[in-house]
């Protein structure tokens, strides 16, 4: 701006001294030209008088000396005859001009008596005014003088008048400089920050009131702005979810931080294109087809989970703006899916096998193919399997009870009680198989359904007495450890392999099916038991070698 203020003051200074001078030259100039020419017509009066008595010899006295007038130039009179002929001339013999009728100011003073003109040199530097007066004896006497024009006296002074014009420049600059600082201080010195502060033009105030406006809206709309930005933070930075956001050349724009522990990546990576965080060619091409169809998806394994990956377009007032992909931990679900169809599968088999046995006992009954003293055999089979079929539904109904949370209110249980409630219960199975079960440890009282509790214990122990060893024992510990209440059931069984032992709470899995159908066993029993420890917040831990037994202890959070 100062730039433009010193330019525009050098400019306008620059345009008065050449306005001034164009001016007083036009002036002066002209007022000269016109002295002169009134100069000049009452000498040629003069001399037509002079010439009208004397005749020739006035004229031959001028022609001696130059006949001047102080401050003007030399005159010149020409005597011309009535047919043109020039009669006498002060500056240049008569005998060598030319005849002069045609010339314009002869001709008209001929005709009106009196008459002027004005000739110019081929180079414009100079000028010749003319006036002619008709004489009473027929002639016509003519008086000139030579002048220099405008543009002849310009290049004449054109040394002074560029030094005035250097003087004027220098000195228009160092004003200029001095006003376009002056004016310019109080502009750089505003304080935008408190725009109504500022002591400046009042030609400002306007200006300043409406950026104090500006500002004060600017700022409310930052304050909103931060606070949808924390808000859209703090709910993407809780989310389980991963999100990613994407302009439309699929660079990142934003990444929750669910987001990149799935990529193995942080917050360096924005800025990026995110096939640089995962080159998978399903990525690449659901980011296409959501780029192209607006919706794009897939499921991939991700870090050891799997997930399902939703990539979607963006748009605003019907032109895409970006991408977002969302990012779904589907690992559970995945497991579940794969869960209930094999527990289906398992139900569908263990529900057939009873069946089965019931159906083709009762047909060789039915049709008498069975011998007398054959019909207890099949008809203790009968009741067997379907005392096993009840089991098994109420095993199924009760994990499906589980499953849905469905249970009686909790109440304060006493495990000692419970578990002495369970080894009476099943003391005579025990005898049977010689396998010794004790209760050993303390009155402890835990929060929880009565029933399911002495379900879970009823059926560790039932599993401890069906894989014992004849002559075994069995060990049920109540007691307080350092992580809460707990309830230990060690057996001196056959043991379960390591590599079995990951599954055993499975649904229907057995180590040893062939044992397990002997002993009567559904598969459910344990996978009872860890829903009953996962409805009751307890920990379930198992300790397992084979041929030395099994100790399976639940423990319960610390109140």
């Not at 084979?546 to 109140?559: A, C, L, N, R, Y």
Request: with cysteine; aromatic share 6%.
């Amino acid at each position: 701006m100062t730039r433009k203020i010193f330019h525009s003051i050098i400019l306008a200074a620059a345009a008065v001294l050449l306005a001034n001078l164009v001016i007083v030259m036009g002036c002066l100039y002209s007022y000269y030209r016109n002295v002169q020419e009134k100069q000049l017509r009452d000498e040629l009066r003069l001399a037509a008088y002079a010439v009208e008595e004397e005749g020739r010899a006035y004229l031959e006295k001028l022609s001696g000396g130059s006949y001047r007038l102080p401050g003007i130039a030399d005159y010149r009179f020409t005597w011309i005859a009535s047919d043109g002929a020039v009669l006498f001339d002060t500056n240049v013999s008569a005998e060598t001009m030319e005849n002069h009728k045609n010339r314009v100011e002869v001709r008209e003073a001929f005709i009106n008596g009196e008459s002027g003109g004005v000739r110019y040199s081929d180079t414009l530097t100079e000028r010749t005014l003319y006036y002619a007066r008709a004489l009473a004896d027929g002639t016509v006497l003519r008086i000139s003088i030579s002048q220099a024009t405008v543009f002849a006296l310009a290049l004449g002074m054109l040394q002074p008048i560029l030094l005035i014009g250097i003087l004027a420049v220098v000195l228009s600059a160092v004003l200029a400089r001095r006003m376009a600082k002056k004016i310019v201080q109080p502009l750089n010195s505003l304080d935008l920050e408190r725009p109504l502060e500022n002591d400046s033009y009042e030609e400002l105030a306007p200006l300043l009131r409406r950026i104090h406006q500006q500002r004060q809206q600017i700022d409310r709309q930052l304050l909103s702005l931060k606070k949808k930005t924390d808000e859209f933070e703090q709910i993407t930075g809780h989310m389980n979810e991963g999100l990613v956001l994407m302009d439309n050349s699929g660079r990142i724009l934003s990444i929750n931080p669910a987001a990149q522990e799935i990529f193995q990546t942080d917050i360096s990576c924005i800025g990026q294109e995110f096939l640089l965080i995962d080159r998978s060619r399903d990525m690449s091409e659901a980011i296409q087809s959501a780029a192209d169809r607006g919706h794009g998806e897939f499921r991939g394994a991700q870090n050891g989970r799997e997930y399902q990956f939703d990539v979607s377009r963006i748009e605003s007032e019907g032109t895409a703006i970006g991408m977002v992909l969302l990012a779904f931990d589907v690992t559970e679900q995945i497991a579940a899916e794969r869960s209930r169809r094999e527990f289906t599968a398992n139900v569908s088999h263990e529900l057939k096998t009873p069946l089965q046995t019931i159906t083709g006992s009762a047909e060789l009954l039915e049709n008498g193919l069975v011998r007398q003293e054959d019909i207890p055999h099949f008809i203790r089979l009968i009741r067997t399997e379907a005392a096993r079929l009840v089991t098994l539904v109420e095993d199924i109904i009760h994990l499906s009870q589980l499953d849905e949370g469905i249970a009686p209110a909790c109440e304060d249980v006493d495990l000692l009680e419970t578990a002495n409630h369970v080894v009476s219960a099943l003391r005579s199975s025990a005898e049977t198989k010689k396998v010794k079960i004790s209760v050993n440890g303390e009155s402890i009282h835990v929060k929880g359904v009565r029933s399911f509790l002495h379900e879970m214990v009823y059926n560790l122990c039932d599993n401890a007495i069906k894989y014992n060893v004849e002559g075994g024992c069995i060990e049920v510990t109540i007691g307080n450890g350092s992580h809460g209440a707990f309830i230990t059931v060690k057996d001196s069984g056959i043991g379960i392999p390591l590599e079995y032992q990951s599954r055993i709470f499975e649904r229907f899995f057995r180590v040893d099916k062939s044992r397990s159908k002997s002993s009567g066993g559904t598969g459910l029993g344990l996978s009872i038991v860890k829903h009953i420890a996962q409805f009751h917040n307890a920990a379930v831990q198992l300790c397992s070698r084979v041929g030395e037994g099994t100790e399976i202890s639940i423990i319960f959070p610390s109140k």
